[in-house]
């Protein structure tokens, strides 16, 4: 790396700091594989010794079985030993294809360029992925604490898909800049040890059917105890290295950024940052819209116009910019939705938010070349690479039969009439897309005259009551989580609020403020609902329609009482289940069964409640009513001589979710029915 290259004093001292708790948890790690060792050594030694001390001939067969034994668990922990601490990280390709110079020469022309401009390493592979993202990877294992392995650089083709050329060479660098990163020794290390820990201590999966694959012995109990020994000591030194890594993360982040802006200029780096987020969201609805229909065997071709097709009618929604058949998103939209006015450096995040990046990068005001052409000019055949990537999406759908590929048009019709049946009409705004209406006695709000009446359905849905809908729920965000510093489940020292800072301490007296502030919005909103409620029984009383908006209301109230007892009945018996995701001894497996069939008996009878309800009729399907009913009727065993019964299991699990989908459901579409029906009061009025 060039000397030129230069890092600033607080990613300087950041990686410094890094090193040091490298070298601790190095040291800590090296340390339990040598005890282990030493351990499975003494354990050999040790049934060395109980043989020979057999006292005579007649007993030498039982001290033969107690020295076998010994050995057996001493072998059973080595084994576990290598497989715990010697495992092979690597990352999968499966859905990626590899690309060189001689099939994609124009992107690698720009990574030789931009490697060169940053005097970093060309990437040892270049992979093409399908999402809205890049990124440096390594594959790792235990020799890669030592030695570091190389970078490989991976580009998703929905990131291409919503970018144009110069801010793709913006995000392109910025992986680059992690790159020049490891010219301090830092970056790759701490990437790989954080791989590797993560995939011994963090991954549950892994854990979990590590020691399962030990359990059919009988002496399984000692790798289990071992293993929770080990993880237990390591996460405590891991707790020291990560605190460190995730504030060298963020640092390099801003340094990253830096360096793209460099290459590409402050302009296309802020707008790509902006974006990334409708891309995202928008890749992930196409990704819904088809995981939805593996039942009706529909999928693409190629889900990359589909993508910028969504992308598209999103912007339109909010009103974006449309240049090149891009969305352009501003500072001011992407903040419209969050009006929090909470500030915590988190030392837990890994990234800096958006926002900050952003902010960074305009400090810098870098000049920029802006180019609004496609990102796909860097790409040679893109069209045959967005249908080899996307059938590598659906490489592990199971469908029943042959799939059928949906046209580009097929998919825009079906999914603009799911949009219109999952949507509010326009004219509302946007009210009512993140709260629900607040809860009011019909009677008494009709019966009272001192409310004051919209007189037009033009003067409800303006900015100014937009924005305090926004500031109510930005407000709430706010407050539940100075309420956790206050309680200490957030452990942080201080934090800013709206301009102003506050220690850790002070938090619990500007809680109690704040609700107070959050309780006079409540009632402002409450109020703004009545007088909405009012305006549009005026309305009905005027087409004698009174009865029926009443009882819109009045089923929209009872359903969101019972979803809240619905999420409860879910989250408990979620929460009752979970033990059946770890290792436990048999006795304690039965106790824990009998709990969670405590919490299964009061599912079904919410089972048997919305079957029976009227207002969730229309949101069941037929299979699902067969379903339910089947579960309701049968006793399932989930636990029987002493293994799981996985099938059973499995309907449980698919019961669960099925039942919330569907209770979820309830109370949007009887909020959708009130007010589309207020918008026929709306037009039959103005229609009269």
């Not at 938090?507 to 703004?528: P, R």
Request: charged share 25%.
């Amino acid at each position: 790396m060039s000397k030129k290259q230069s890092y600033p004093s607080k990613y300087r001292a950041q990686a410094i700091r890094s090193v040091f708790t490298i070298i601790f948890f190095i040291i800590v790690y090296l340390l339990l594989l040598i005890l282990s060792f030493a351990l499975v050594a003494f354990l050999f030694y040790f049934s060395v010794l109980v043989i020979l001390s057999a006292p005579g001939q007649r007993s030498i067969f039982i001290f033969l079985l107690m020295g076998f034994t010994i050995d057996v668990i001493a072998l059973t922990l080595l084994v576990f030993i290598f497989t715990f601490f010697f495992r092979k990280q690597t990352v999968d390709r499966s859905g990626w294809i590899e690309v060189n110079n001689e099939n994609q020469p124009k992107l690698f022309k720009l990574i030789g360029t931009i490697s060169k401009q940053l005097e970093t390493n060309f990437p040892q592979k270049v992979y093409l992925g399908a999402g809205v993202d890049a990124m440096v990877f390594y594959d790792s294992n235990f020799r890669n604490l030592f030695f570091p392995s190389k970078e490989n650089l991976m580009i998703g083709l929905g990131l291409v898909n919503s970018m144009t050329d110069c801010e793709l060479k913006t995000v392109v660098a910025h992986e680059f800049g992690h790159f020049t990163q490891r010219s301090l020794n830092i970056y790759s290390y701490v990437y790989i040890e954080n791989q590797i820990i993560y995939k011994m201590l963090m991954d549950e999966d892994f854990y979990q059917h590590l020691i399962l694959s030990f359990s059919k012995g009988k002496i399984y109990w000692v790798v289990l105890y071992y293993s929770r020994i080990i993880r237990w000591i390591l996460r405590k030194a891991y707790h020291v290295v990560l605190k460190s890594f995730m504030a060298l993360s963020r640092e390099m982040e801003f340094h990253a950024d830096e360096l793209s802006a460099n290459i590409g200029g402050t302009i296309p780096a802020v707008t790509a940052l902006l974006r990334l987020q409708l891309a995202g969201d928008s890749f992930h609805n196409v990704w819904q819209f088809y995981s939805q229909r593996i039942s009706e065997n529909l999928k693409t071709e190629n889900v990359y116009p589909q993508h910028k097709f969504i992308m598209k009618k999103i912007a339109e929604n909010h009103h974006m910019e449309m240049i090149n058949d891009l969305p352009q998103v501003t500072k001011d939209i992407f903040s419209w939705f969050n009006r929090s006015k909470l500030v915590i450096e988190n030392q837990w995040a890994s990234h800096p938010s958006i926002i900050d990046r952003v902010n960074n990068l305009e400090e810098l005001n870098i000049e920029s070349n802006v180019s609004y052409d496609s990102a796909w000019n860097y790409f040679v055949n893109p069209e045959e690479l967005q249908r080899e990537i996307t059938e590598k999406l659906f490489r592990n759908w199971q469908f029943a039969e042959a799939p059928v590929d949906l046209s580009y048009s097929e998919f825009e019709k079906i999914y603009m009439d799911e949009i219109n049946k999952h949507s509010y009409d326009k004219r509302y705004s946007y009210f009512y897309e993140y709260r629900n209406i607040s809860r009011f006695d019909l009677r008494s709000v009709i019966e009272d005259n001192e409310i004051r009446v919209f007189q037009k359905f033009n003067e409800i849905y303006i900015d100014e009551n937009l924005n305090l809908i926004y500031q109510f729920t930005g407000l709430t965000v706010d407050i539940r989580t100075i309420d956790s510093i206050a309680k200490g489940e957030f452990k942080i020292d201080i934090f800013e609020y709206d301009g102003k800072k506050y220690k850790a301490n002070e938090s619990a007296e500007l809680c109690d403020k704040l609700k107070k502030v959050h309780e006079d919005m409540y009632q402002k909103i409450t109020g703004l609902d009545k007088r909405i409620f009012k305006f549009f029984y005026s309305l009905a009383e005027s087409t004698e329609n009174k009865t029926e908006l009443k009882m819109h209301y009045e089923t929209y109230f009872n359903l969101i009482e019972q979803d809240k007892d619905n999420l409860k009945v879910y989250l408990d018996l979620i929460g009752a289940i979970q033990f059946m995701y770890f290792v436990h001894t048999f006795s304690q497996i039965e106790s824990k069964m009998i709990a969670m069939r405590e919490k299964e008996n009061i599912f079904i009878e919410r089972i048997k409640k919305i079957l029976s309800d009227q207002n969730y009729s229309g949101l069941i399907s037929e299979t699902q009513r067969e379903e339910f009913q089947t579960f309701v009727d049968q006793k399932l065993i989930y636990f029987e001589n002493q293994q799981y019964n996985s099938e059973a299991l499995k309907t449980l699990q698919d019961t669960i979710f099925e039942f919330y989908e569907v209770c979820s459901k309830a109370p949007f579409y009887s909020l959708k029915k009130l007010l589309d029906f207020q918008i026929e009061l709306l037009d039959t009025n103005k229609a009269n």
